[in-house]
T-cell receptor, first 112, second 112 residues
Framework: GDSVTQTEGPVTLSEGTSLTVNCSYE??????LFWYVQYPGEGPQLLFK?????EKGSNRGFEATYNKEATSFHLQKASVQESDSAVYYC???????????FGAGTKLSVKP | EAAVTQSPRSKVAVTGGKVTLSCHQT?????MYWYRQDTGHGLRLIHY???????EKGDIPDGYKASRPSQENFSLILELASLSQTAVYFC???????????FGPGTRLLVL
């Protein structure tokens, strides 16, 4: 079945430093890939999604490229802020009558 | 804006007792899902549904039942609650195809 593996957390960074959260996936189909973010006390919410291979998604300074050959979708941000502290989930979804699968989540803490 | 609500928001249950978690969405979405969240495991899919009166097993269905009596409502039932079912439970909904999921705020369940 489908599966997603991402960087184990927690990750602690100082404000202004760069972030990379690795995500790799396995599927026999052609997925849409997602990054979700979850703030404390809330449900996950979409950060962005990329439906096509070799395209890039971005939002709020975060970005990721759908690399079909490497089956990867790494999340990056050049300069993190304290407000970016959250749990980040990589996910994939295939066709209808199926359900998205999520990675284990990466908890990011950014210190001022 | 998509809206998914869950009730109760928190619950304490006794081992062997019956627990029902409810989810309601006003998005007119066909798909609904139940996930559990545990530290180190991320979001794991329990059950999902893509049409009323029908449910599908996810990756960890043992010990859980699901009910979808209408498009708007999706319940998760623990007939005999166990200590290992202590977790945060999230409901989500989405449209057709590879659409984004919208999550509820979660239900924190403690089984004693």
């Amino acid at each position: 079945g489908d599966s997603v593996t991402q960087t184990e957390g927690p990750v602690t960074l100082s404000e202004g430093t760069s972030l990379t959260v690795n995500c790799s996936y396995e599927t026999k189909q052609y997925p849409t890939l997602f990054w979700y973010v979850q703030y404390p006390g809330e449900g996950p919410q979409l950060l962005f999604k990329v439906p096509k291979a070799n395209e890039k998604g971005s939002n709020r300074g975060f970005e990721a490229t759908y690399n079909k050959e490497a089956t990867s979708f790494h999340l990056q941000k050049a300069s993190v802020q304290e407000s970016d502290s959250a749990v980040y989930y990589c996910a994939l979804r295939n066709n209808n009558n199926n359900a998205p699968r999520f990675g284990a989540g990466t908890k990011l803490s950014v210190k001022p | 804006e998509a809206a998914v609500t869950q009730s109760p928001r928190s619950k304490v249950a006794v081992t062997g007792g019956k627990v029902t978690l409810s989810c309601h969405q006003t998005n007119n979405h066909d798909y609904m899902y139940w996930y559990r969240q545990d530290t180190g495991h991320g979001l794991r899919l329990i059950h999902y549904s893509y049409v009323a009166d029908s449910t599908e097993k996810g990756d960890i269905p043992d010990g859980y039942k699901a009910s979808r009596p209408s498009q708007e409502n999706f319940s998760l039932i623990l007939e005999l609650a166990s200590l290992s079912q202590t977790a945060v439970y999230f409901c989500a909904s989405s449209g057709q195809g590879r659409d984004t999921q919208y999550f509820g705020p979660g239900t924190r369940l403690l089984v004693l």
